[in-house]
């Protein structure tokens, strides 16, 4: 046998693991199957150079071309869905594939394009004014780890569509998967005749990342969608920012409400995508009149009812305390919880059920932190209500003056008005599944980015253009 040294051996070993790592990751934050991803860089002064560059070609594109480019990421998206809901549950543990396949094919064909882009004209005798919505430039997007392809792809169409380049810096615990959705979009762009790097990304991004794109000259605009960490980040950097934050929905159900459809419908808006929308149903008042049957029905629909002793086991284990920099202790969701299956949920506290538990119901008191806190999982508690003034005093508070997204079963007119007004959210659902408030199975365009703290709402491409006025005195009038 041939003499062969220590380093020698070192190398085969070290060749093997290599060989063994690269066949077992099919995807990094830089690559997927072998192919390098586009626009992705490992600095941010880097990323928002090309991200400029990006902008420059966008600018000179006619508004066709930027159409066709759009039309081409609306067609790898939904060619691709099921690639990226694979990726997005493997990579971070949550949600659900079927759930997460059907949010990218509602981004495809939902998010509206350039024709949201609507010029404004005033004549009269002074002659002519016109108000054209133009692009901010270079805009800084910060991107969930709970939507995160579907929020990259949603903010791609408008902030193109609008005119603007796009630099992001994605959720670290989902990197791969929104690398994956900023890859789409250069493939797309480069499909279409455009370039080839259009729309940027890191491939670590960092607080420190995100603080370099919150101060750099060439970003003219921040959007950020988040929890109220970064919300509060952005809104303090000193530029324009759009903020769309946390929620924490409410569901009323009165006693004149179809119960069956109600428990269908919040079942089936509270389990999509196992909670984690921030539009979803986090709490339910029902009015005590029609509780029971409405708790009936939801158990027909998949909901499984703990009682209160094992809701408190369950509490501990969800939410997990910390001290926070003023040494005071708070509660935050556990990760290792967020977006998971029901089942999986309840086995942490000895309970063993089979997959068709899609969701866990419990009757609790208003102060209970299952309806405090915003979980973002299938857990669903009731609280019992006497009437209507009642059932939106505490719905108000749950709410936490987010004034994100409310709900309500009903069909008495008055109570419906009532709650809206109360409530002041962005988004209120009457009798549907919450996901009807984004336009799956609702009317309206639909976003990934809902933007209560800054006004903004339903954001779009208009969401994402200063208005700029160009003024013609005393002609250009035809009348
Ligand atoms: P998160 O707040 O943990 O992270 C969001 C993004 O912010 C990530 O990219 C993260 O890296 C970054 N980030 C966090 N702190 C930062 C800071 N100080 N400076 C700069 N960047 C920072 O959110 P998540 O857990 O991924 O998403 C869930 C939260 O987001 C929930 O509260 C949910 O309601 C909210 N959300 C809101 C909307 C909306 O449209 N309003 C949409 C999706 C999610």
Redesign the pocket.
Known sequence: MANITEAEIRQIVENIIKGNSASAKKYTSVSYEGRTLLGIYSDMNEAIDAAERGYRAVRSMTVEQREKIITEIRRLTIEEAAVMAEMGVAETGMGKVEHKRLKHILVAEKTPGTEDIVSEAKTGDCGLTLTEMAPFGVVGA???????SE?VICNSIGMIAAGNGVVF??????ICVSNYAVDLVNRASRNAGGPEILVCSMDK???ES??V??SHPKIRLLV???????????LSSGKKAI??????PPVIVDDTADIRKAAKDIIDGCTFDNN????AEKEVFAFSNIADELIGEMKRCGAYMINAEQADALSKIVLEEKTNKAGKTVKTVS?AC?GRDADVILAKIGINVDKNVRCIICETDFMHDFVQH?L?MPILPIVRVENIEQAIELAVKAEHG?R?TAHMHSKNIDHLSAFAKAVET?IFVKNAPSYAGIGFGGEGHT??????PTGEGI?SARSFTRRRRCVMADNFRII
Do not use: D, Y
Not at 243 to 248: R, S, T
Not at 447 to 452: D, N, R
């Open positions: 910060i991107t969930p780890s709970t939507n995160p929020t810096n994605p959720h670290p615990g989902a991004p960092t607080l995100a603080s794109m919150q950020c969608t988040g929890g109220p960490g970064v919300v509060k980040a952005v903020g769309a934050g946390a929620g924490n984690l929308p921030c539009i990760r967020v915003e973002m987010n994100h962005t976003t990934f980015t809902i933007a209560g954001t």
